[in-house]
């Protein structure tokens, strides 16, 4: 089976009956674009900019800082396409500079999009050297934690300013830069046909995404037996979101846990997934498994799951021994 596995290391994503699919990978740093593209990633499709933030002790990281990592992260990935995702801090990612408050309910409070958004020139700054890297390559920019239409409005806004900025002041800047967002909070999905029409991509975030749908925290054991991407509800979610994202003629990708699950993998080639992201050693045997499928057969096995009822009964269809 390895052998197997390292014929599909440089090879295209393809399933058996021919659709193209894409096989991103998950970093956390410029380093890691390096070891993602050795693995046989086709992009990096979540590149976690907050590890900046965390590092950077009592100072925020300055726009040139900012700019080296992302630079180099850009021309590691050597022409292919690198989805840099803006600070998500907060929640139960703390950010030493910023001096946040406790929040009493730490992940539906002050987090993400909603601190970038309050604290614009942080945001503005990054955006700037984002905007800057991007000559280097391939550059997308994805924001997290979208709740709202006006949220994305807005943050598009902080976007425009920043190019215009930098334009203004005769600085070098990518021509043209793709954004997306990350689908993770219900109430996205609820407006993922308006939202579709104005961003280049989504990206579902299912870590969140099932904390949010089911009301429970993704790190507390209490309520583990509730968290899992089997659930029918959190499944009906991400086939909602595919759906509005085809509809508008836009890709949709999954950068959660989830997507890298090789017993749900059917289920979301059967969904119409269009990438794939995931940590990068997993990619060989992912494209292995998914050259074996059929996306005509998975396109069945997802309108059988999505008629079922509880998780048990997925994870038994989807693996066919009832765990998940
Ligand atoms: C997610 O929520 O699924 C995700 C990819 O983001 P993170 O795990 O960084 O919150
Ligand atoms: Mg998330």
């Not at 990518?174 to 991509?201: K, Q």
């Amino acid at each position: 089976a390895r052998d197997d596995c390292e014929a599909y290391r440089h090879a295209r994503t393809r399933t058996a009956d021919g659709r193209e699919k894409l096989l991103y990978a998950n970093v956390a740093s410029a380093e890691e674009c390096r070891s993602a593209c050795q693995n046989g990633c086709e992009g990096v499709g979540l590149f976690r900019s907050e590890f900046l933030f965390y590092q950077s002790g009592e100072q925020l990281p300055t726009e040139e800082a900012q700019y080296r990592v992302y630079a180099e992260a850009v021309r590691n990935m050597q022409g292919r396409p690198i989805i840099i995702r803006t600070f998500d801090a907060g929640g139960d990612k703390k950010i030493p500079a910023l001096k946040l408050e406790a929040d009493e309910n730490p992940f539906l409070g002050y987090r993400a999009i909603r601190i970038c958004l309050r604290e614009r020139t942080l945001f503005k700054t990054q955006l700037r050297a984002l905007l800057r890297a991007g000559r280097e390559g391939t550059l997308r920019i994805m924001f997290p934690m979208i709740a709202t239409a006006a949220e994305l409005r807005e943050a598009k806004e902080v976007f425009h300013e920043a190019r215009g900025e930098l334009l203004r002041e005769n600085i070098p800047i990518a021509e043209h830069v793709e954004l997306g967002i990350m689908i993770e909070v219900p109430s996205a999905v609820m407006m993922s046909d308006l939202l579709a029409r104005e961003v280049d991509f989504f990206s579902i975030g299912t870590n969140d995404l099932t904390q949010y749908t089911l009301a429970a925290d993704r790190g507390n054991k209490r309520v583990a037996n509730l968290y899992s991407h089997y659930d029918p509800a959190v499944i009906r979610m991400i086939a909602h979101t595919i759906e509005s994202a085809h509809k508008a003629g836009i890709p949709c990708g999954m950068c959660g846990e989830a997507a890298g699950d090789a017993s749900y993998v059917p289920l979301l080639l059967g969904l119409g997934l269009d990438e794939f992201s995931v940590t990068s050693r997993a990619i060989p045997a992912l494209r292995a498994a998914m050259a074996r499928l059929r996306e005509e057969t998975c396109r069945e096995l997802a309108a059988r799951v999505l008629r079922l009822a509880t998780r048990e009964e997925v994870a038994s269809v989807l693996t066919g021994t009832g765990e998940d």
